[in-house]
DNA sequence: AGCAAGCGTTGATCCATGTCAACCTCCTGG
DNA sequence: CCAGGAGGTTGACATGGATCAACGCTTGCT
């Protein structure tokens, strides 16, 4: 629970609590016993509120948390000197920020709250020290990791072998899919980023996203007002994944 | 220390010691003391053996362990339904493979040798036994997934943002780098991976990439013979990648 | 040792996506 | 509550890399 001078944020004084949580279950605390959930309790600091398009944490920053999102949502993005980024992920309710950092005990990616958001800060090694007595908190934190490895795989196929279109049908579908893990509806929702982000999390132009959107809204896929975005045909979209019009 | 029948490799019932090998710093034991590292030799089970062309692993199979490659070299990838295939990444000795599996239980990925390979298996319920004992063992093991998450940006930085030339300048100023830590030269190489497989983990074609190599012999900086590589000018690769012609 | 198949190179052409530009829309902050 | 700027759409055109094709070279298998 360590304030930090540099950037403007609020740490709240609230004590959180995983076993009061309604995100347990999408988060570090899933798969652990109610017992072990108590003891859960120490490690998690305090929250911390995050504006819209503040940093959550800068690439090159010293480490000393991970992040539960309690609200809200960010992106995590790399920096090339000329200026290019790479958004790396857009991470919701109960997904954890910041384990990059752990390698070199320096962040190397920021994190951009996309709206208004709450963290839980999680200092690692109370983690560290605490996973070492819980199992279940060991397992579920290895998972947590691993889990991300795949996300990552899983956006190098996107981004290495898939068309503008596939690209942004799997995009779509992944997000339908994270919201319905939250209980919200799986078809219909808001987009918290811009055309720009979602270019640069998908290998493509801002231009190249907007007429792919235009072409789905035409091709009676899915309805698009701005950020809002109704799915109409899963499978469609589905279809177009798997079964691309004309594969690379 | 299990068997697999489905795939014919060999268990070479030779113990492996990690306090004998001299990958050490560049493996699973970096960072830890003499004493921790002894104890380490209990995880390690047997070596295993894999031909060139073969599997480790398969995208599916149940996971039980995770490997430290002892000599030899891999490549890992994720197939879609339609055949397209998509390199996830290439490993060479020290490196670990099959973190993707503990997510699910299963692997996601495929590993397959580049050559006649040789691989420590680390049972993982082991693993996570000892590592709630060795706070070493446990440090170094997060941050062995912590390392891979990071290099899994690279790569999206790569795939998402970078021209055809300076992903492959970024591959083998990589690939010059990782030779260098194993105590070979980082100016001269041999490429145990085909144009093709390159081409898939930088999200390019084999021609695109043979053809950047020609471009990069004319323009001095490397000389390529098939698979044999020496790299000319390493600070004309290195401006490649940081001020590439025409940024994209 | 010999040869076929896989791997690599190079050229010609095409097309998906980038680039540039104009304009529209809708929040958002004062 | 209004104004201005950021974000989004659409069109015209350019181009980097894909595709198709032909051919040469290893290399690893028998």
Not at 37 to 61: C, W
Request: proline share 2%; aromatic share 6%; with cysteine.
């Amino acid at each position: 629970m360590r304030m930090r001078a540099t950037v403007p944020i609020t740490v709240a004084d609230i004590k959180s609590a995983c076993s009061q949580c309604n995100l347990l279950e999408l988060c570090l605390p899933f798969g652990m016993s109610e017992t072990e959930i108590n003891r859960l309790d120490e490690l998690v600091g305090a929250r911390r509120k995050v504006k819209r398009s503040q940093h959550l944490y800068r690439s090159g920053e010293g480490f000393e948390a991970i992040y539960a999102i309690r609200t809200g949502s960010f992106k995590t993005d790399v920096l090339l000197e000329d200026g290019r980024e790479q958004v790396t992920g857009f991470q919701m309710t109960g997904e954890i920020l910041g384990l990059d950092g752990i390698s070199t005990e320096q962040h190397s990616c920021n994190a951009v709250a996309l709206e208004d958001s709450e963290v839980c800060v999680i200092a690692y090694d109370k983690l560290e020290e605490l996973s070492r007595e819980i199992e279940g908190l060991q397992h579920q934190f290895h998972k947590v990791m691993s889990k991300e490895i795949v996300r990552d795989h899983g956006v190098m196929m996107l981004l290495g072998s898939m068309r503008a279109e596939e690209r942004l049908a799997a995009f779509l579908l992944n997000l339908s899919q994270r919201f319905t893990a939250r209980g919200f509806s799986p078809a219909e929702f808001h987009l918290r980023m811009t055309r720009d982000e979602i270019g640069s999390y998908l290998g493509l132009k801002l231009e190249t996203v907007s007429r792919a959107f235009s072409k789905f809204q035409e091709g009676g896929l899915i309805s698009v007002q701005q950020k809002h975005i109704r799915i109409i045909d899963l499978d469609g979209l589905r279809k177009l994944v798997h079964h691309p019009a004309s594969p690379r």
